[in-house]
């Protein structure tokens, strides 16, 4: 579930289990490596040239980066949250 809105805050309204019975698992940001790496392992799958596919996970590397800086720089600016999340990563190798 996403923090931001207020679906968040009506389910914890209705459901207060969520705060006093769940735990919450920080992510941190995730390396370089490691981005490149989850995208070549679900890029193998792709029917696609190696050529191409070696290309993919570098530009999908790039553009999850890219977002979460225009994201930290979206929040200096209007004071929003913009969240990017490991979740994101993967909808976007999808």
């Not at 191409?52 to 980066?65: A, G, N």
């Amino acid at each position: 579930m996403s923090p931001a809105g207020d679906d968040f805050r009506r389910r914890i309204r209705v459901f207060p289990a969520l705060v006093n019975c769940t735990t919450i698992d920080w992510f941190l940001e995730w390396p370089k490596k490691a981005l490149v790496t989850v995208a070549t392992q679900l890029l193998q799958k792709a029917d696609v040239k190696p050529k191409v596919r070696r290309k993919l996970k570098d530009i999908c590397q790039k553009t999850h980066k890219i977002v979460k800086e225009l994201s930290d720089f979206y929040l200096l600016e209007q004071r929003r949250h913009n969240y990017i999340t490991p979740t994101s990563y993967l909808t976007l190798l999808k």
